[in-house]
C-alpha cells in the first residue's frame, strides 16, 4: 500500500521558518515528480511547488513562494523537502505532498498527482 504521509507542520510567527517532510512507503517515486500543495479554509487547494525525477530534478515554485521556500527531495530515504523561510500570514494553510500519476508527467495541475499524504497545518501568526 502506497502511502505519502507529511510532518513538520505548526505554528509560527511572521518571518519564522518551518521544514515539512513527505515520507513515502509502499513504491519507491524516483522516476516522479513530486509536488506540494496547500488549501487555505475556504479557497481550492494550490500548487506551491515540485521537484522532478531523480537525474533531473530540476523544481518549480508557484510565484508567491519563490525565493522563500525551497524544495528537495532525498530518494535514499524516499522522502521530499519543503523548507519555507520568512513565513508570512498569507502562507497559512493546510499542506500536503503528492507524487504524479505516472512517471515523467509534470504538472502543475492536482488532477495529475495520483498519490496525496493526509496534509500538515501551517499556520503563520502576524
Known amino acids: 500500500q502506497v502511502q505519502l504521509v507529511e510532518s513538520g507542520g505548526g505554528l509560527v510567527q511572521a518571518g519564522g521558518s518551518l521544514r515539512l517532510s513527505c515520507a513515502a512507503s509502499?513504491?519507491?517515486?524516483?522516476?516522479?515528480?513530486m509536488g506540494w500543495f496547500r488549501q487555505a479554509p475556504w479557497k481550492e487547494r494550490e500548487f506551491v511547488a515540485f521537484?522532478?525525477?531523480?537525474?533531473?530534478?530540476?523544481?518549480y515554485y508557484t510565484n508567491s513562494v519563490k525565493g522563500r521556500f525551497t524544495i528537495s527531495r532525498d530518494n535514499a530515504k524516499n522522502t521530499m523537502y519543503l523548507q519555507m523561510n520568512s513565513l508570512k500570514p498569507e502562507d497559512t494553510a493546510v499542506y500536503y505532498c503528492?507524487?504524479?500519476?505516472?512517471?515523467?508527467?509534470?504538472?502543475?495541475?492536482?488532477?495529475?498527482?495520483?498519490?496525496w499524504g493526509q496534509g500538515t497545518q501551517v499556520s503563520v501568526s502576524s
Open positions: 521537484i522532478k525525477w531523480t537525474g533531473s530534478s530540476s523544481t
Open positions: 503528492a507524487a504524479a500519476s505516472r512517471p515523467w508527467v509534470v504538472s502543475t495541475t492536482p488532477s495529475e498527482y495520483s498519490y
Open positions: 509502499g513504491r519507491t517515486f524516483s522516476n516522479y515528480t
